[in-house]
């Protein structure tokens, strides 16, 4: 049963990225994506996949998020499944609920979010006036006037790997890293679903779906 598939250790320990990503994001957003490339035939082979969700990892598999961390999101899930049934992954989905030992995907994708408080000051142009050779003269910025500003950045993590065999430790082969500025712009839910879309763009095996 996939309840006791090591597969979760693998979304577990991708998760700890989301507290070592690079914090440098613009005010529109980041993508980084990151794939084995000595793995490019599992690619090229798979033709299924499924997603993770949080009622089939076991308690004790569980990531220790904290209250700004969460894994197994189900709306993210969902556009998961749609980026990779669409060009340019093109494969077929195997419902969770539906797979066994014997009806495993040959990929899995899972999914964390995470929020974090960044801080840094910006530069302020304040004029004021100067005596000089010829007496008193107004300088429309006199100086810099630093401000202290906080901003919430909000990041999703999506990694995807095989099954592993029998006794073997889960292979992650395939992650892509989104960060963008929370409060500005479209929704999140927006945000979210242009952030799945432009991870899986970069996906190592580029296809044509072909219609049923």
Do not use: H
């Not at 799945?196 to 779906?209: G, H, K």
């Amino acid at each position: 049963m996939l309840r006791y598939s090591p597969f979760v250790l693998l979304i577990a320990s991708s998760l700890l990225s989301l507290s070592c990503a690079d914090d440098t994001v613009v005010q529109t957003s980041s993508i980084d994506v990151q794939w084995d490339r000595d793995a490019i035939a599992v690619f090229e082979a798979a033709q299924s996949f499924s997603v993770v969700t949080e009622d089939v990892v076991p308690p004790e598999n569980l990531p220790d998020l904290d209250d700004e961390q969460m894994a197994f999101n189900d709306m993210v899930n969902q556009l998961i499944i749609e980026a990779m049934q669409k060009e340019p992954v093109c494969l077929t989905l195997v419902p969770t609920n539906e797979v066994t030992p014997e009806n495993q995907p040959d990929l899995w994708a899972a999914n964390g979010l995470a929020q974090t408080t960044e801080g840094g000051y910006y530069y302020e142009c304040v004029g004021g006036w100067w005596w000089g050779y010829w007496g008193w003269y107004w300088d429309s910025c006199a100086y810099w006037r630093p401000t202290y500003v906080e901003w919430d950045i909000g990041s999703l993590l999506i990694p995807v790997g095989p099954p592993p065999a029998e006794g073997e430790d889960p292979e992650l082969i395939f992650a892509g890293l989104a960060q963008s500025v929370l409060g500005t712009g479209a929704g999140t839910e927006t945000k979210v679903r242009a952030a799945v879309d432009a991870i899986f763009q970069q996906w190592p095996d580029p296809r044509t779906c072909t219609t049923p």
